[in-house]
């Protein structure tokens, strides 16, 4: 339906659209994202916390509206610092943007956007144990934990973010570009490689964060896991190194291998048709 050139259009350089327009993109991408592999989410959860994987539909979209909200409005913050860090860094366009500062713009993004990301999870984690609404989830927990409940988990969740999105916005198109450029890949096989090659990379190194913080985040009421360093000790004297605090990562990297692949294609697919103009003067 798109062609190629349609495609690659979409611009993986976010300087080029105004803020507005980066945060529609970021949530469009975010929300048509979540809808395709939002089980992978799920299981990565359940293995983390020990529980059981569930194929019942009714559990298993448990938490979905929450969900798309969170990668949507998340995404929707990591477009819009990452254009504004990529004018920055270039001062307003006047300088290019080489790999390294659109790296550097995405990390950035990232670490602002782990503070939201982090309520959204805590609510959708919530949802996914016990049930509830986006809305009864954080009343119930300031209720019976007190607001400084909703900030459980965030400073993991905020170095998670920072590696992740560096490698979304930064390392995959970076790697796609230049696999397209070099040797000549189409645009579809060269943002796979880069997704999978960026999934790997930052998969593992942020995956003991991202354990801790679904623990932590699991467990407001404190039972088990009281705080980031308390919880990587009992993970590791449980389970040890490797099944403790890389629990979960074969879904993690599935999962985050998609979402590359997805959150890319979708910017590429949408931006030239909900921004035109923006596109046009862009490519000129």
Sequence with gaps: FFSEKACTMGGDNLGRLSPGENLALGMMSGVCCKMTNYPLLVWKNQSQQGLALTTNPKLLYRGLPMACLNLGGTTAVQFWFTGFFQKLLTEGGKKPLTSQ??????????????????????????QQRFGGSMFSVPQRLVADQGARSLTRGMLPCT??????????????????????????????????????????????????????????????????????????????????????????????????????????????????????????????
Excluded at 101 to 125: D, H, K, R
Excluded at 184 to 209: I, K, R
Excluded at 228 to 254: C, N, P
């Design 101 to 126: 500062n659109e790296m550097l713009a995405a990390f950035l993004a990232g670490a602002c956007a782990g503070v939201p990301c982090s309520l959204l999870e805590l609510t959708m984690i919530q």
């Design 159 to 284: 170095g998670r973010e920072s590696l992740f999105t560096m490698a979304m916005l930064g390392l995959c198109p970076v790697i796609q570009r230049e696999l397209k450029d070099t040797y000549g890949l189409s645009n579809d096989t060269a943002l796979a490689a880069g997704a999978l090659s960026a999934s790997l990379f930052s998969a593992t190194l942020s995956h003991p964060m991202d354990t801790i913080k679904t623990c932590l985040q699991g467990d407001v009421e404190q039972v088990k896991y009281t705080n980031v360093r308390s919880t990587a000790q009992s993970l590791v004297e449980e389970y040890g190194v490797a099944k403790g605090l890389f629990k979960g990562l074969t879904w993690r990297v599935g999962l985050i291998t998609t979402t590359f692949f997805l959150i890319n294609r979708f910017k590429e697919v949408i931006a030239p048709v909900a921004f035109p103009v923006k596109e046009e003067k862009a490519s000129a």
